[in-house]
């Protein structure tokens, strides 16, 4: 999610109708209903107006919004529990002890230490509430909702169905310098008809985008869990790599001028960095997180993010290790700042956006005193994510425009350092990987954001692929497998 790098993103949310802290000791009224409850788990008469999905309101933000999923089997009853946000999945949560008959419902949310009670009218309507441990009757009314199953547990409508399969549409063209074609040859649609149904059967967790392009041309757009084209996604410490192609145009235009300018010289007022081993840090440290500052970064608190970046002990030699670090990124931001006079959104949207004809974009999360949140906070369309990609494969260049120099394409893609883990080397704020299929290696550029926000670049193959997901809750790197599964095929 988030400006973090390390932590999922996920919000379990908490109205006001639920209790704040467990109490030591239940009261005998409320243990007793809660054991009459569990162990009246099936339907009693009637439930069939209660099956489906049921709408129910957060406290305090309209944009959110809470489902019960009422689940009929033969002869027992299943719910399951979700969070939205601006109607989109957000996190799960339990759902126990459910009680049906003919017109009314129970069921206990043990996350809240709530009991749910009500009555249908109409199939499509529970007049009820919630009772929660000390805490008096909070009225909640609930209201079928059977469409946000789009959203909430179908990738494709209709996918859990037993006779669904999986058609291939060719993409739509988005604009003339990223041409639409239909697959380019067999081995293309084996490809595509392997890798989409796995992501449709949930094998990958909560994928929300697949694009891929190749020779220049998209062959594959696919979005699920209700997200389309226009949809922006958080897309996590790909930021990073975003971030990076700026100090690239940066340097192109001699606004910096010296990738071993240390940090005392850019930053003079801080007088800690021209002692000890702080002294020895420079620009080029902080493009390949190998400055040696210690990681305890949290840009969501409340204190300057810059400041305490550059204030933060060393735990490494300088040039030494590296220990990956959302506060490098917002050193480099403020480095932007520094040296171009422009904040680093601002610079972006005039040197880097708008020669790619990126016009929808958010930047303002976690924004401080005007400064973008560097390490994870930048919302993007997959589409403009795969124009990052194509400008990459492209050394540069876009709409026949260099946009960046082939040699900062070239310098800052090119394995700087090893990482902690195997197999996955660092650049300029890109990850360099090898993607193995069928026994062979491929060599990957990849901007890599927490939840699968990803942006893999095959040189080899003349191919991008990017997706974005929600797998906080899930493995975020499982897609990787996937695709190096099938990526071979794409050779021939």
Not at 201 to 210: A, K, L, P, T
Not at 465 to 488: F, P, Q
């Amino acid at each position: 999610m988030i400006c973090w790098q390390a932590s999922p993103r996920i919000s379990i949310e908490t109205p006001a109708f639920i209790i704040k802290s467990m109490k030591h000791t239940f009261s005998l009224i409320f243990l007793v209903v809660l054991v009459i409850l569990q162990s009246c788990s099936m339907i009693n008469e009637d439930g069939s107006g209660f099956p489906g999905f049921w709408e129910g309101p957060h406290p305090e933000d309209v944009n959110k919004k809470f489902y019960i999923q009422i689940i009929e089997k033969n002869d027992s009853i299943e719910a399951k529990g979700f969070w939205t946000n601006h109607k989109f999945y957000n996190s799960e949560f339990k759902v126990d002890s459910i009680f049906l008959n003919s017109d009314s419902i129970r069921f206990f949310i043990p996350g809240w230490n709530c009991i749910y009670s009500g009555k249908i009218y109409d199939n499509n309507l529970i007049n009820g509430g919630f009772t929660c441990l000390n805490e008096p009757f909070d009225t909640v009314n609930l209201v079928k909702n059977n469409d946000v199953k789009h959203f909430l547990t179908e990738a494709k409508p209709e996918c859990n169905n037993a006779h669904y399969r999986y058609q291939y549409k060719k993409p739509v063209s988005f604009d003339e310098y990223i041409p639409a074609t239909h697959f380019q040859t067999p081995n293309d649609s084996l490809f595509i008809y392997s890798l989409i149904p796995e992501i449709i059967s949930n094998q990958y967790g909560r994928i929300n985008s697949f694009l891929l392009a190749r020779n220049d041309s998209l062959i594959c757009e696919e979005y699920f869990y209700g997200y389309a084209r226009n949809d922006l996604h958080q897309i996590e410490s790909a930021t990073k790599s975003i971030t990076s192609l700026l100090a690239g145009i940066a340097k192109d235009k001699g606004m910096i001028s010296d990738l071993n300018e240390p940090l005392y010289k850019i930053f003079p007022e801080y007088n800690h960095l021209r002692t000890g081993d702080y002294k020895k840090i420079t620009l080029n440290h902080i493009l390949t997180m190998t400055s040696g500052f210690s990681n305890e970064y949290e840009p969501y608190k409340d204190y300057n993010r810059i400041e305490y970046s550059l204030k933060r002990e060393l735990i490494a030699p300088v040039g030494g290790k590296f220990i990956y670090d959302g506060g490098n990124t917002e050193i480099l931001g403020a480095i932007i700042k520094r040296k171009t006079g422009m904040y680093a959104d601002i610079f972006a949207d005039k040197f880097l956006f708008e020669p790619l004809d990126i016009n929808k974009y958010d930047w303002s999360i976690f924004k401080q005193d005007s400064f973008p949140c560097m390490g994870g906070s930048l919302q993007f369309l997959p589409i403009d994510m795969l124009k990052v990609g194509l400008l990459v494969q492209n050394n540069g260049k876009y709409n026949n425009k260099q946009i960046i120099s082939t040699d900062w394409i070239n310098q800052s893609t090119s394995i700087k350092t090893t990482t902690n883990i195997e197999g996955d080397d660092y650049a300029y704020h890109w990850w360099k990987i090898n993607i193995e299929s069928n026994n062979k290696k491929y060599e990957t550029i990849w901007a890599n954001g927490l939840g699968s926000q990803f942006i893999y670049i095959v040189p080899d193959l003349n191919v991008v692929i990017v997706t974005t997901g929600y797998n906080y809750e899930h493995d975020s790197w499982a897609v990787t497998n996937g695709i190096g599964k099938y990526l071979y095929l794409l050779e021939q």
